[in-house]
């Protein structure tokens, strides 16, 4: 509307106001009534760094060696997190971006178009189809909600271009059979989307869980993406995509410093580079360890709140995700809505969904239960 680009400046204070007014519409992580999203509050540290680094754009490196230095020091750190010795790193502003990536190469690499994924898969999967023009073909779960090895070996053929497996479903958290999947790929491209688990795996596995293997210390693993903007507790856009060789796809950037960009985006937001550099130095591995158990023991107490109150959850989890099943979970995500909840559900099979990030404490557990308890 025409007033809403005014023809002269406004009085900053009330243009302040209204900022204000905006702000206090949004949700906060601190509120502690986010239950359904994946990402979470930074860390104070981190959000003071961001703020400096908010002019930073590694579309155009040559003007930001400094950031540009962290960027790498990031791709090294994480390259050792997921064994991924010495393959391709790529900054990426998600999951989404990642997986549209993968996609891409692996239809310039073998020419072919059909993408074999299990129905747990993201719905960027679905989105990087319809953008590459390539064919979804969806694999069945098992009873455990993970992809079905024999569905799977039957499916690729001489027109599949990938393979996707999943470590950490957005849904239930479970890891596919990565082991297994890459046996069956061996002329394939095979990407794996640890979006969400590649934060948690590792760390869960050091406190003495059983979680499979799932990364580049698998051979046939190709590409993977893995997203600090979530358990890696960074701000909003980051997620890394490694590729285990060097992509020939790169397209030249003539008029910007760099000699070429090998993503999506031109200009590119870059100071949640820093601010996660600093995140995952200040809390160092052991840090991460720490805040992975914590979420672990309160997905444990989130679960036995619930079945107090009747509700039975869908699978043992087996990272901090926890789903109910539930035959009108539309109903009860907007009854908590309107009670200043935000839950979210699940479609296979239909329920609810809850991921227990760092922000959700017992007490946001309990108060959460209580409201939840008076709608069943
Ligand atoms: C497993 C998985 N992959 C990919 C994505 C997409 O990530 P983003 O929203 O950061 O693009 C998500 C988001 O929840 C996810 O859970």
């Known amino acids: 509307m025409k007033d809403d680009f005014p023809e002269k400046g406004r009085d900053i204070d009330e243009l302040i106001e209204k900022i204000k007014i905006a702000e206090d519409k949004d949700m906060s992580f601190s509120s502690g009534k986010i239950f359904g999203s994946m990402c979470t509050e930074p860390l104070d540290i981190a959000k003071k760094v961001y703020s ?20 790498k020091e ?3 750190a994480i390259a050792y997190l997921i064994n991924a010795g010495t393959t391709e790193a790529l900054s990426v ?36 189809c319809s953008l590459l023009d390539m064919r979804p073909e969806y ?51 095979f990407h794996v989307d ?12 050091e406190l003495g869980h059983d979680l499979p ?15 600090p903007h979530k358990m890696g507790m960074s701000p ?23 000699r070429h960009q090998k993503d999506i985006r031109g200009t ?13 130095n200040y809390l160092g591995k052991q840090g991460y360890k720490n805040m992975v158990s914590q979420c672990m023991q309160r997905t444990y107490y989130l679960i036995d709140r619930m079945e107090e109150e009747g509700f039975s959850s869908t699978v043992t989890p087996s990272m901090n995700i926890a789903s109910f099943e539930h035959r009108n979970p539309e109903r009860i995500v907007r009854e908590m809505e309107e009670k200043g909840f935000n839950l979210s559900r699940t479609v296979i099979p239909r329920g609810l969904r809850f991921v227990v990030m760092p922000h959700v404490s017992m007490e946001s557990i309990d108060e959460m239960v209580k409201h939840l308890g008076d709608l069943k």
Do not use: C, Q
């Open 93 to 128: 502003g998600g999951g989404t971006e990642g997986n549209i990536i993968a996609l891409w190469r692996a239809r310039e690499k073998s020419g072919k178009r059909k993408v074999l994924l299990p129905k747990s898969s993201h719905f960027s999967f679905e989105k990087a």
């Open 139 to 189: 694999i069945s779960l098992t009873d455990k909600y993970t992809m079905d090895l024999g569905e799977l070996k039957k499916k690729i053929d001489d027109e599949t271009a990938v393979v996707i497996a999943i470590a950490g479903t957005t849904e239930h958290g479970v890891v596919d059979p990565i082991k297994k999947v890459a046996e069956l790929t061996e002329d394939v491209h």
């Open 213 to 227: 293997a799932f990364d580049f210390e698998i051979d046939g693993v190709d590409s993977l993406v893995i997203d």
């Open 52 to 71: 400096r680094f908010i002019e930073s754009n590694l579309g155009n490196p040559g003007l930001y060696p400094g950031t540009e230095k962290l960027e």
């Open 268 to 280: 590119r937001v870059s100071a949640s580079i820093p601010a996660f550099w600093i995140t995952l």
């Open 74 to 76: 990031v791709h090294e």
């Open 236 to 258: 909003v856009p980051l997620g890394l995509f490694y590729s285990r060789t060097e992509n020939e796809i790169t397209i030249d950037s003539p008029y910007l410093t760099g």
């Open 194 to 205: 640890a979006a969400f688990g590649g934060f948690v795996i590792p760390f869960l596995n």
